[in-house]
């Protein structure tokens, strides 16, 4: 059974409302939430752990619907104990995580694999998505839309060998997975294109500033135009995932609520933070692909999203080995670790002025809640699971090696300092997380979906 807690002198931020409240958590459930604290004479169990919050936020865990945790055959550079450690720390108590493991997640059997894997070594809640291929389209329709959380479609070849690319195995996939299609779009044929032309000129020292240019914005138009035309035609749920440019936001529509959407769009904190004058300085440790293009798309991204064009904030967290990454342009891999530093860079933002704390709760907690129809999480409500963080606003720090959970140990933030604080993370009732200390004697659940 788990301890119950009485959460209180918080500041509850929630369904666009905030408030000084308190929370009662029994049995891994959200049992009350009280605007002001308990009344006088309020039962709690004997073994309830009061915590007096002192003022700080107390917000619905982030769920981040896009992770990549390398287990299995990749886990010398993160596996999925190291980095949901680093996710509760962070504030996420639940993921989904991609299919480009070793092997590719591309059967239902090997899917199996992972979510039984992550039972015994997870801290946050978990979902992992099937991986589409050119032929694996009578494995997805065995897909159970309850227990998965969506299928995963490369349109441009990232890490691991799933480039879908026949026109007929797209359109089967479209008109018939029962769930949702998450899609990397980047048009191959723009790509290879770009980088001979960058070969011919600089041969094997292409600078990684030439990586938007060659990733460009046409190659992801093209390729998320294509996906969205697909998506319409096979009357299909279709998400965007790690949008990049602004001309992608014309495929994107805000005009009617997220729950009855067939398209949607997410932004990674990477294409927010960065921008193209940022490959000076940090060169391939920003490399990601999609690429980190201009300013003026970093603009529109984040415009877009307090608009409601863009649904969610993830982090395509896709940790690498620093060796690696100080590869030569041509053979450094893309990607990079995010999910422990996501929501304290988004409380950056807000800080700045530029987005409220109860925005940043709609998109990374009640809109991945309510895209995904996962079911009783996302939101600080009696009878739901209690994924909870509790954030310190005025407490700085700065990220270095010494803080740095992620099993690769580097971090693009390194040197940068942030003004809030996870201070406490619960997953199912759960107090995973307090004062930089970890209590790892319970693990997540598999998150369950109402389709």
């Not at 003022?55 to 886990?75: A, Q, W």
């Not at 008109?175 to 070969?199: D, K, Q």
């Not at 199912?428 to 319970?442: A, I, P, Q, Y």
Request: glycine residues 8%.
């Amino acid at each position: 059974m788990n301890t119950a807690y009485y959460i209180y002198n918080a500041l509850v931020v929630n369904e666009n409302q905030r408030f000084p409240g308190a929370v009662y958590v029994q049995d891994g459930i959200i049992s009350e939430i009280f605007h002001g604290n308990a009344p006088e004479g309020f039962q709690m169990m004997e073994n309830t752990v009061i915590l007096d919050a002192k003022g700080k936020l107390l917000l619905p865990g982030v769920i981040d619907d896009h992770v990549h945790f390398r287990e299995p055959g990749l886990t010398s550079k993160a596996d999925i104990h190291s980095e949901s450690r680093a996710a509760v720390a962070g504030g996420v108590t639940s993921y989904m995580e991609m299919p480009n493991t070793k092997p590719n997640a591309t059967t239902l059997a090997l899917l199996e694999d992972k979510f039984g894997l992550a039972a015994g070594k997870s801290l946050a809640n978990f979902s992992f998505f099937l991986g589409a291929t050119n032929d694996n389209i009578a494995e997805i329709e065995k897909a159970d839309p309850a227990t998965i959380c969506g299928l995963k479609l490369f349109l441009g070849a990232s890490t691991g060998n799933m480039l879908v690319n026949n026109p007929q195995a797209l359109e089967a996939i479209f008109a018939r997975s029962p769930l949702l299609i998450g899609v990397h779009a980047e048009e191959e044929s723009i790509i290879r294109s770009n980088a001979a032309a960058f070969a011919e000129k600089y041969g094997d020292d292409i600078p990684v500033s030439a990586h938007p240019l060659i990733r460009s914005e046409e190659a992801c138009f093209t390729s998320s135009e294509k996906a969205v035309n697909l998506a319409k035609q096979g009357n299909a749920r279709l998400h965007l995932l790690h949008m990049s440019t602004a001309r992608e936001l014309t495929l994107l529509a805000n005009s009617i609520p997220l729950a009855e959407k067939k398209i949607t769009g997410e932004v990674c904190i990477h294409h927010l933070w960065f921008d193209d004058r940022d490959y000076q300085d940090l060169g391939s440790g920003i490399k990601w692909n999609p690429a980190i293009k201009t300013s003026g798309d970093r603009e529109a991204l984040f415009a877009a999203l307090l608009n409601d064009t863009i649904d969610i904030v993830a982090t395509d967290h896709a940790p690498h080995l620093k060796g690696e990454k100080d590869n030569a342009y041509l053979s450094c891999p893309s990607g990079g670790p995010l999910v422990q530093h996501s929501l304290v860079a988004m409380l950056g933002f807000s800080q700045l002025g530029k987005i409220s704390v109860e925005k940043i709760v709609e998109k990374m907690c009640h809109n991945p809640a309510i895209l995904y129809r996962i079911d009783k999480r996302g939101y600080i409500r009696k009878g739901y699971y209690a994924d909870l963080t509790l954030v310190d606003q005025d407490d700085p720090w700065t990220v270095e090696k010494e803080n740095i959970l992620y099993k690769c140990g580097w971090s693009p933030f390194e040197g940068v300092t942030f003004k809030s604080r996870v201070t406490h993370t619960w997953v199912n009732g759960h107090m995973v997380f307090g004062l930089g200390k970890f209590d790892e004697t319970s693990k997540g659940m598999r998150l369950r979906f109402n389709n």
